[in-house]
């Protein structure tokens, strides 16, 4: 990756020439996943933009150095700039500007000790609450910056009041969405035109019902559990006490009623999450190997041990 990268970025520089800047960095993403990337700025410019090689990499011995460089000049080309002023460091670091634009995601905390460093959050469980402001978003995708100590500390705000103001914002700008599993598949086979079969349609009927709980954009959708009453208003809406919650990955959670407190069921569970992480979901969005348990009456979840 090495020599890939500095024939990259030679090649870069002599294409795009004295006008640009480009430099090398590494990227510690969610899960302390580590990416190789080039920043390309115009000298001109606040800001850069980000190139991720790790998909050009993969494609390096079948494609031309020069034709993988046209390629990433034309998504530069082509990207939509983001709407960022020469004051945008100021309105970060005041409060009220911002204030109605902070959410929250949730993140597993041992596998992000890294990415986790300098940056404000809160222990929840096996978690960790991370809270991001929002600086552009539209119907399909959005963008964010991560709230920093240094940043949070500016704000001379209290975490348990930013908590709740991240909450609100949240449940307004990322509103929750709770399906039933079967109908989630259904509509994924619909939308992909997948011939299945009818025996296969019968495989999804269980003797309970499963739901995934997401947001409407699908991304770092497991936060909306921490939405305040969510969790309390699903449990009067399926009458039970106590569901067990699954966490599929960062995206989303899965919800099964807790008929009996069986602790093998319990077992069962965590070893088939613990099976699907390390077979299905990319690193980059495991959540956790652990599943939880929302009681009701107490308005609580708890970790399965």
């Known amino acids: 990756m090495e020599e890939f990268k500095k024939r990259i970025k030679s090649a870069l520089e002599s294409m795009l020439g004295d006008s640009y800047e480009i430099t090398e960095t590494e990227v510690t993403k969610v899960?302390?996943?580590?990416?190789?990337?080039?920043?390309?700025?115009?000298?001109?410019?606040?800001?850069?933009?980000?190139?991720?090689?790790?998909?050009?990499?993969?494609?390096?011995?079948?494609?031309?150095?020069?034709?993988?460089?046209?390629?990433?000049?034309?998504?530069?080309?082509?990207?939509?700039?983001?709407?960022?002023?020469?004051?945008?460091?100021?309105?970060?670091?005041?409060?009220?500007?911002?204030?109605?634009?902070?959410?929250?995601?949730?993140?597993?905390?041992?596998?992000?000790k890294e990415y986790l460093k300098g940056k404000t959050y809160i222990d929840y469980m096996d978690l960790a609450i991370v809270f991001c402001i929002v600086v552009e978003k539209n119907a399909e995708t959005y963008s964010t910056v991560v709230v920093t100590d240094r940043l949070f500390n500016n704000w001379d705000i209290d975490v348990e009041v930013l908590l709740g103001i991240a909450k609100e914002n949240a449940i307004r700008l990322f509103p929750a969405d709770i399906q039933s599993l079967e109908s989630v598949v259904k509509c994924f086979i619909a939308e992909s035109n997948q011939n299945v079969s009818e025996d296969d349609l019968e495989a999804l009927d269980t003797p309970y019902d499963i739901f995934v709980c997401s947001n409407r954009q699908k991304m770092s959708g497991a936060s909306t559990i921490l939405y305040d009453g969510l969790l309390k208003d699903l449990a009067v809406d399926l009458d039970v006490n106590?569901?067990?919650?699954?966490?599929?990955?960062?995206?989303?959670?899965?919800?099964?009623?807790?008929?009996?407190?069986?602790?093998?069921?319990?077992?069962?569970?965590?070893?088939?999450?613990?099976?699907?992480?390390?077979?299905?979901?990319?690193?980059?969005?495991?959540?956790?190997?652990?599943?939880y348990l929302y009681n009701a009456k107490d308005d609580k979840v708890t970790m399965i041990d």
């Not at 034709?67 to 670091?93: A, G, Q, Y």
């Not at 005041?94 to 993140?107: A, C, R």
């Not at 407190?261 to 979901?281: A, W």
Request: with cysteine; net charge negative; hydrophobic share 35%.
């Open 31 to 112: 899960n302390d996943s580590k990416h190789p990337t080039l920043v390309i700025r115009e000298k001109k410019s606040l800001v850069g933009a980000t190139i991720y090689l790790d998909n050009y990499y993969s494609q390096g011995d079948d494609e031309p150095i020069s034709s993988i460089t046209k390629r990433i000049i034309d998504t530069i080309c082509n990207s939509e700039k983001p709407n960022i002023d020469s004051d945008f460091v100021e309105k970060l670091m005041d409060f009220e500007s911002v204030k109605d634009n902070i959410v929250f995601k949730l993140v597993n905390k041992d596998l992000n």
């Open 242 to 291: 106590e569901f067990i919650i699954i966490p599929s990955s960062i995206h989303e959670v899965l919800i099964i009623p807790s008929m009996n407190n069986d602790t093998g069921d319990y077992m069962y569970y965590k070893s088939l999450v613990k099976e699907v992480n390390n077979t299905e979901v990319s690193k980059e969005e495991i959540l956790s190997n652990n599943i």
